[in-house]
């Protein structure tokens, strides 16, 4: 199995800025694609980010179109998100996932490694 595990989270004042990291462990093959989601207490889970690892096409959400930038570093096996004018309806536990089969980025299905993931919490 692939592990994936997030870091990076904490309480930030409304307004600042965070940075996200992902590493998948081991050696494995290229995904398809990899991408944050994020679930707020009593909510759903739901799309933040994706970006494919050969050509780096990256998807955002509307509600972080603008302030946060996905990128990722092959070499690494890693994935990032820079979240930046954060506003607290951005609290929530961050999770990176790694698809294989290539398809829509924004749909949770066929993405088979998920993180523990990363508590986001933003003050005002």
């Known amino acids: 199995q692939v592990q994936l595990v997030e870091s990076g989270g904490g309480l930030v004042q409304a307004g600042g800025s965070l940075r996200l990291s992902c590493a998948a462990s081991?050696?494995?093959?290229?995904?398809?694609?990899m991408g944050w989601f994020r679930q707020a207490p009593g909510k759903e889970r739901e799309f933040v980010a994706t970006i494919t690892w050969s050509g780096g096409r990256t998807d955002y959400a509307d509600s972080v179109k603008g302030r946060f930038t996905i990128s990722r570093d092959n070499a690494k096996n890693t994935v990032y998100l820079q979240m930046g004018s954060l506003k607290p309806e951005d609290t929530a536990v961050y999770y990176c996932a790694r698809r294989i089969v290539p398809g829509p980025t924004r749909s949770q299905t066929d993405f088979s490694s998920w993180g523990q993931g990363t508590q986001v919490t933003v003050s005002s």
């Open positions: 081991g050696r494995t093959l290229s995904p398809y694609a």
